[in-house]
Each structure stands twice: as structure tokens, then as C-alpha cells.
């Protein structure tokens, strides 16, 4: 600000005249982002007492210093959706490419997770093929009768039987259930007939309420291929054990016929062994085969010869793994199964 002198012009002409430095027009009365007074004083030594002529603390004048608060802020709301967008999203990335079974990474679980009644429809396919693999030309309306409970409305009444000939099917059974979605399955079947293998692939649609029905006409499909046993080496066997225990485990399966449980505490390592209760007669041990091994415990197998009492003289050789463990000089049975070692005895 600067004044003029108003001596010689009287009271009424003194006037004052403020000059207004470049920089400040538009700069507020009060900036609370501005420094405090003193540390303009500090910088400007040459300025009043009261603060000085230039700007304070020589930052930028007006609006000027928020629009690094407001970047600030736009920089920080931005992350905070990112993550919400983010959070959102990767659930539902996770749950749909659990559904679909083409996804990469997925396995195909399709029992698991389709909610398809498996089970139920297992037994309805079962049910169905004993009537639809089973047919005569001479009952043939009592087959078409029986269907009608498996089969849609409108469907062919023998279901693609041409009515002549006949066939007859021993047994049947469920060899497993591909649930495709939550309505629709692919049950497969294995029947036997008095000469071959049957396999068949009867398709089932289940409705919201559990209803069943088979949806369309079934496919024979190839049954399944023996497989061959590996080719490994017979393991180095223990022939001293072997000849120890065979009077032993004749004395045992004695008792195990019997399913005297007194008996078989005797020779059982503190579990309990329940027998055959006299379904069969014991006649012999046929065999022990004990592989080298730890001399305080081994798994033996044992092939053991039964008389069938509904067989009339008719004899079963049947092989068994028992874990046996040695307390003092005596061996005793922990565990009786039957054996899953290829080729024993």
C-alpha cells in the first residue's frame, strides 16, 4: 500500500490509494493450509514485524495448494472401488467355473455337485432293465404293462422290442451313475445273461420333486475288458516262518469256522475275531506263503480248503491275509481279511 501526501490540499482531499500486488487479487483473508506468520518472518528478515509484503511461506497463492489434496482423495476413492469391484467379482469367477465342467484347472465332479439323486436313480435304472431285458413273445403284453412305470408318456409301449424271440437276464447291476447336470444322468448297468456280459447306458431324467423317468432308449455298450495282473518278481519268501506257522493256523481256522470266540481269544493279539459261525467245515491249510520281513510282525497269506454244507462234498479253496505278531515264542493273529496280493497262493 502506499499513501500521498496531503499536505496543501486541506482535510478534504487527503486520500489513500492501495495498490494491490500482483499475485493477491483473489487470494482469501484467511488460508488455514498457509504457514503461520513467523515462518514468513524467518525467510523475509527484511519484512515488518507484522509479517511482511510477499506471500507466506512461498507456497502457491488461492486454490492452488488444494488440488493436491483433492488428487489425493479421487487417487484413494479409485483403490477403494477397485477392491470392492474385486471382491465382488472373485467369488463369482470361483462358483461359476466350478460349474462348468470345461473350465481349466476343474475336475469333473459331477456327483458331487450337480444335486442329481445318484442313488435313487441307480435303483430305478436297475429296476427297469430286469423288466426291459427280459422279454417273450408270449408275455409280451404283460412287459408292455410293466414299462409303462419306468417310460414317458407317448413312448414306444415295448420300447423298441419288435415282439419276437425271447431273452433272459441273470443278475443285474449298477456299475455307476454320470450325472451330467441336475436332471440328467447316464446310469450304467452290467447284466448277465446264461453266456456273456451285458453293459448298458440307460439315460434317466430326475424332475425338481425326485420324480424319475427313463428319458430315453438305452445302449448296449461293450462290457468291461479283463485286465492283466503286473509281471512282478514272486517275493523272497520265508520257508522256516511258513513251516512254523501251518500247524498253527490249521489249529486257527478250526476254531474260525466254529466262531467259538473263546477259542479264537487264545489266538487273536488283544482284537476280536468273530468266525464263520458253522457256515462251512474246515478240512485243511492248504498253503502259507510268509515273504522275509521284520521278525516280530509279518502279513502271511494262507489258502484254506472249506466244505460247503448246502454243497453236499463240495469244497472251496479260499485265501485269506492275516497280520500276525509274535509275543514271546508265540505268533498271534492282529488282523484277518481277505487277501489283495496278485497271485497269492
Not at 16 to 31: I, K, L, S
Not at 59 to 85: C, P, T, Y
Not at 97 to 121: I, L, M, Q
Not at 148 to 159: E, S
Amino acid at each position: 500500500m502506499a499513501r500521498r501526501s496531503a499536505v496543501g490540499r486541506g482535510r478534504d482531499t487527503a486520500v489513500v490509494e492501495e495498490t494491490t500486488q500482483p499475485g493477491r487479487a483473489f487470494a482469501p483473508a484467511a488460508d488455514p493450509w498457509g504457514l503461520p506468520a513467523g515462518g514468513a518472518r524467518g525467510r523475509r528478515g527484511g519484512g515488518r514485524a507484522g509479517g511482511g509484503d510477499g506471500p507466506r511461506g512461498g507456497r502457491w497463492g488461492g486454490s492452488g495448494g488444494r488440488w493436491w489434496v483433492w488428487a489425493g482423495r479421487a487417487v484413494l476413492w479409485a483403490l477403494i472401488l477397485v477392491i470392492l469391484v474385486n471382491g465382488v467379482r472373485a467369488p463369482f469367477e470361483r462358483f461359476t467355473a466350478e460349474d462348468d465342467p470345461a473350465a481349466p484347472g476343474t475336475g469333473a465332479k459331477p456327483a458331487r455337485s450337480t444335486g442329481f439323486p445318484s442313488s435313487a436313480a441307480g435303483a430305478f435304472a436297475l429296476q427297469f432293465a430286469n423288466v426291459y431285458l427280459n422279454y417273450d413273445q408270449k408275455n409280451a403284453p404283460a412287459r408292455e404293462t410293466q414299462l409303462r412305470t419306468f417310460l414317458p408318456d407317448g413312448a414306444d409301449a415295448q420300447f423298441g422290442w419288435n415282439g419276437a424271440g425271447q431273452m433272459q437276464v441273470q443278475s443285474v447291476q449298477v456299475a455307476g451313475v454320470d450325472a451330467r447336470d441336475a436332471n440328467n444322468a447316464t446310469v450304467t448297468l452290467l447284466a448277465r445273461t446264461t453266456d456273456r456280459w451285458l453293459r448298458l447306458a440307460v439315460p434317466v431324467y430326475a424332475d425338481r420333486n425326485g420324480s424319475l423317468v427313463v428319458s430315453a432308449r438305452p445302449a448296449l455298450l461293450p462290457p468291461p475288458t479283463k485286465a492283466q495282473l503286473p509281471q512282478g518278481g514272486l517275493e523272497a519268501r520265508d520257508g522256516g516262518l511258513e513251516s512254523e506257522l501251518h500247524p498253527f493256523l490249521g489249529t486257527f481256522f478250526q476254531e474260525y469256522a466254529t466262531g467259538n470266540q473263546a477259542a479264537l481269544s487264545r489266538f487273536s493279539s488283544g482284537t476280536t475275531i468273530t468266525g464263520l459261525a458253522n457256515t462251512v467245515t474246515f478240512v485243511q491249510v492248504k498253503e502259507v506263503v510268509a515273504p522275509k520281513g521284520s521278525p516280530g510282525e509279518r502279513t502271511v497269506t494262507a489258502t484254506v480248503v472249506w466244505q460247503v454244507p448246502q454243497g453236499g462234498a463240495a469244497e472251496l479253496e479260499q485265501t485269506y491275509q492275516l497280520a500276525m505278531v509274535k509275543k514271546g515264542a508265540t505268533w498271534l493273529v492282529r488282523d484277518i481279511r481277505g487277501t489283495t496280493r496278485p497271485g497269492a497262493s
